[in-house]
């Protein structure tokens, strides 16, 4: 199973991908994880990714797109993947359609989380809120400032995702301002 997950900030890409994860077997490959880590170990990546991620603004096509290439070679990913925050611009989108081709991989479906925006700078301030209860390091980028950039990067740069997907027939939506649970299963249906 090849899936894409496609929304904005604070959609809920990620905590989806986590449930299915466990449900397949198949690894979640979220860039900003990959992306963080590189700046946590201080490598060229990351130093050279740091400033732009907290400005909320885009990391290279360039280097996404290489980061991807490698990690969906590795041998975890032999029954599947999920992508969570790739691709996220058109570029990115036709580099994988490539990438995917080169490597004989098909993707099975891409689901889109719909959310109002006003919903996802309160759960923008939940996970912060959450986070410093817990004792654990705020993100960086999840300040109001970077989180108003991330958003209208999305709009600009990510949002005509929905109209190349759609193009191709693979894209699926779910209304993602339901619960979890309710999220979660609308989207096995769709992959049922
Ligand atoms: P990335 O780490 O991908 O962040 P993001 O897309 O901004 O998304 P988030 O992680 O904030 O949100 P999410 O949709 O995963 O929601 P979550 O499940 O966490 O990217 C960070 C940065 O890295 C980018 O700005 C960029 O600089 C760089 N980058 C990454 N990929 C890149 C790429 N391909 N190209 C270029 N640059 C790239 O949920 C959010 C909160 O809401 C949580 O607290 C959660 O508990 C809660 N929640 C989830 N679902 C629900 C629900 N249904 N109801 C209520 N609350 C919910």
């Known amino acids: 199973m090849r ?17 299915l994860t466990e449900r397949y077997g198949i ?22 990714a740091k400033a732009v991620m907290d400005a909320g ?32 611009t058109v570029p990115q989108a036709i580099a994988l359609d490539r990438m995917l081709e080169q490597k004989g991989m098909k993707l099975d479906a891409v689901i889109e989380l719909k959310v109002d925006e006003g919903a996802l700078v309160r759960r923008m301030e939940n996970r912060v809120a959450e986070t410093v ?14 989180f108003r950039r991330r958003l209208e990067e999305y709009r600009a740069k990510t949002a005509p995702l929905s109209a190349h997907y759609a193009g191709t027939g693979q894209l699926k939506t779910v209304d993602g301002m339901a619960d979890v649970d ?4 609308e989207i096995e249906k769709i992959l049922a």
Do not use: H
């Not at 899936?3 to 449930?19: D, E, S, V």
């Not at 490959?29 to 880590?37: A, E, I």
């Open 3 to 19: 899936l894409i997950f496609l929304g904005p900030p604070g959609a809920g890409k990620g905590t989806q991908a986590k449930l």
């Open 182 to 185: 309710t999220v979660s299963a």
């Open 57 to 88: 603004q885009l990391v290279s096509d360039e280097i996404v797109n290489e980061i991807v290439s490698d990690r969906i070679e590795a041998p975890d990913c032999a029954k599947g993947f999920i992508l969570d925050g790739y691709p996220r």
């Open 133 to 146: 209860a817990a004792g654990g390091n705020v993100r960086s980028d999840d300040n109001p400032e970077a």
């Open 27 to 48: 690894p979640q490959l979220s860039t900003g994880d990959m992306l963080r880590s590189a700046v946590a170990q201080g490598s060229e990546v990351g130093k050279r």
